[in-house]
């Protein structure tokens, strides 16, 4: 197990750094389409960047939120601290999920949105890394040997 926590975790941060790549190549690529508009700057370009931030946000709320649901059903029987802490993240990434894809534009999203989702991200990743470091020093007894259920009797 302490094997595969290593694994899921530089998994986990290649992933994020792959949306890091992706989001840095998306960068570039509409700010070579400026470079190449010859009319400078139209009223329909920070519109487009908007348009493009809007869905970035909504596309890595969603992965956070699909990843995080999967981590709420693995970790049945560690502390309910922990789980807690876990379910507690799932909510605050649905909440933004749902802000964002609510929104059209900035101007639909409360000020509050935008100024507290930089520092509820930050919690979410101290609760994910409080797992990580729970399931390196603590291996649980069920990874190690598999889930116990009665089995039926043939007949």
């Keep these: 197990p302490l094997p595969q926590i290593e694994v899921f975790k530089q998994g986990f941060n290649q ?6 790549e992706k989001l840095h190549q998306m960068w570039l690529d509409w700010t070579r389409k400026l470079s190449k508009d010859s009319r400078g700057a139209s009223s329909a370009e920070p519109k487009e ?6 869905l970035m946000a909504r ?22 601290s922990l789980q807690d802490k876990v379910k ?5 990434i649905e909440e933004l999920h749902a802000s964002f894809s609510a929104a059209n534009s900035f ?9 507290q989702s ?5 919690v979410i990743q101290e609760y994910m890394e409080e797992l990580l470091d729970y399931l390196k020093n603590n291996k649980p007894l ?6 116990f259920s009665p089995r039926e009797e043939e007949e």
Excluded: F, Y
């Design 15 to 20: 992933k994020l750094q792959e949306g890091q």
């Design 49 to 54: 960047m908007e348009s493009l931030a809007l």
């Design 59 to 80: 596309s890595a709320t969603q992965q956070l939120q699909t990843t995080c649901c999967k981590i709420v059903s693995a970790i049945q029987g560690l502390p309910s």
């Design 88 to 92: 507690q993240s799932l909510n605050i």
């Design 107 to 115: 101007q639909d999203l409360s000020s509050g949105v935008l100024a």
């Design 118 to 122: 930089q520092g509820k991200l930050a």
């Design 142 to 147: 069920s990874w190690l040997v598999g889930p």
